[in-house]
T-cell receptor, first 112, second 115 residues
């Protein structure tokens, strides 16, 4: 079975601060995929990034960056210089074949 | 067109009503999904269709009945629902299922209230 833990329930920051969201996953599978999704108040989940279990290369895309470490089973996500539009619930997802596990989500509030 | 559309946006129904939720995508995706999401909770997978065939049913009660008329459409038929079924129902699609690396594209959801 897979399990995804997002220990942070809520994070509140002031605009331009950096925000790091933690995701820890448990799986016995050797091949799996990890995703981050953003859910703004409108309700639609938006895909942000995907990583497979063989690719530990970290990535930066604009203000977003991801740190994937198999040794600690973590797939953390950082928003640099946060903006009000970043306010949303962020979900980490682990998937292999038909097993799909969402974390509980982290609510990020960015105040102007 | 990289959009998944869902209708209606809001639905209020009584426990004896029959209603349907609709989902449509024109991205050529061959896998489509239904999720249920309660407030302040992550989405829960309900059904997966792969190449228009039901491939996953996560032990969903029979009062929820999915249908995939073609590769672009996905319906969820509702009958004799309970108030605890009130939730946001999300539809998603991906290029193909069985390929776990494909990201899913989500619709905006239908907010269902059962009275």
């Amino acid at each position: 079975a897979q399990k995804v833990t997002q220990a942070q329930t809520e994070i509140s920051v002031v605009e331009k601060e950096d925000v790091t969201l933690d995701c820890v996953y448990e799986t016995r599978d050797t091949t799996y995929y990890l995703f981050w999704y953003k859910q703004p108040p409108s309700g639609e989940l938006v895909f942000l990034i995907r990583r497979n279990s063989f690719d530990e290369q970290n990535e930066i895309s604009g203000r977003y960056s991801w740190n994937f470490q198999k040794s600690t089973s973590s797939f953390n996500f950082t928003i640099t210089a946060s903006q009000v539009v970043d306010s949303a619930v962020y979900f980490c997802l682990a998937r292999n074949d038909y097993k799909l596990s969402f974390g509980a989500g982290t609510t990020v509030t960015v105040r102007a | 067109d990289t959009e998944v559309t869902q209708t209606p946006k809001h639905l209020v129904m009584g426990m004896t009503n029959k209603k349907s939720l609709k989902c449509e995508q024109h991205m050529g995706h061959r896998a489509m999904y239904w999720y249920k999401q309660k407030a302040k909770k992550p989405p829960e997978l309900m059904f997966v269709y792969s190449y228009e065939k039901l491939s996953i049913n996560e032990s969903v009660p029979s009062r929820f009945s999915p249908e995939c008329p073609n590769s672009s459409l996905l319906n969820l038929h509702l009958h004799a629902l309970q108030p605890e079924d009130s939730a946001l129902y999300l539809c998603a699609s991906s290029q193909a299922d069985g390929a776990s690396y494909n990201e899913q594209f989500f619709g905006p959801g239908t907010r269902l209230t059962v009275l």
